[in-house]
């Protein structure tokens, strides 16, 4: 009953104005267009105004988006210079993990150098920074998405302090750079793989556009979090591990390059954006075959898995090149490869596991498979990726929709 009487008195409060009117909002009602990236600004407007103009339709879901964002205010996060283990680095700005599938060497007696095992991740990489960093940029993005539905203040407070501990405070910030990403304890002190870690990013920068409106989440924090992003995208576009990631023959290129392209539009570079478009190309060339498959994928123990997550980065960017004048959607290669012929080998695949041809050793993550058939549905309107996506398992969570809205991937706007 108290959480019935918290959600209607949080719902009366948000019918009050926010910022400037759009012409199609509610009469006497505003509602402010977030800044974020990888959705569609618009998805997120939609449905604050559907919520505004149907509150009760939208209690239950409310009640758990505060539950989570009052779940996030308690969630103890620590800076990246708290670590709590010793790693290569003697600066503790640096980021520093451990790579997913190393182990101590059994037939050695100090286990020096680790070996791999492909698909069976060390428990012992949670003791390293990734884990921070991902609690910290989910944290914050719930933290964000209740201040935007919510309209309580004290959600941007914390988010803005979390962003602030991890990227503008000179004390406590992350060095914008990867230098000692999954290292091997006895092989090496870092590797190129690493910066695939930081796309757990793209959170913290639709944060930042939810966060929009804010009287914490002013314009210096704004300008300075977009510095760290400039400085980390000049990093990943010049020093020699960018460079290295960016010439992997996987999914490891395809995501550098995702990145690059979102934290571009974030910070407004679009040259580097289109550029990001014409390297996505290459990789369509090289990575994916005329029947569709991904050879270097389909390599792995968790083939399935790995083939929807290299197509993600790739479909990212092609979604996001729309903005700058881009059709990757449209692009097929020499040897016949394309965006849609990846995604037709495996949509059949995605509701039903089981039925997939290759190796796969573990359960699928059901919720990427999901926005990853909307992006697809979103860049190739005349298919019905839809029958796929509704045998996939909905995510029972009544909350889902405002981390991530139904209308995500429509309504692209080309940039100048």
Known sequence: MKSNCLILTLCISMLTPVVRCHAQDLPGQTVLLPEVVTVSPNAYHQLKLDMLANPARHTQGLVKLNADAQKAMRTPIRAITEKTVKGPSSDPHDYVSLSPYRWPNPNSADGMPWIRKDGKVNPMRDQYDLPAMQSMATTTFTLATGYYFLNEEQYAQRATQLIDMWFINPKTRMNPRILHGQYIPGKTDGQCYGILETARLFFVINAAGLLKGSPYWTTAKSDALKQWFTDYLSWL???????????????????????????????GDNQTAAQMCELAKHNIDTQIQADGSQPHELARTRSLDYSEFSLRALLTVAWLGQQVGSDLASYTSPQGGSLRKAIDLIAPHLPDPAQWPHKQ????????????????????????????????????????MYYHPPTAYQCTEQVN
């Open 237 to 267: 576009k010049t020093s020699d591990l960018g460079k290295k990631e960016l010439a992997q023959p996987n999914n490891h290129s395809n995501w550098i390059i995702a990145q690059m392209m979102v934290f571009a539009m974030y910070v």
């Open 361 to 400: 050793i573990v359960k699928p993550k059901y919720h990427h498979f999901h926005k990853t058939l909307g992006m697809a549905q979103s860049l190739f309107p005349n298919t019905d990726y839809q029958q796929w996506i509704k045998q996939i398992p909905a995510d029972s969570d009544p909350a889902q």
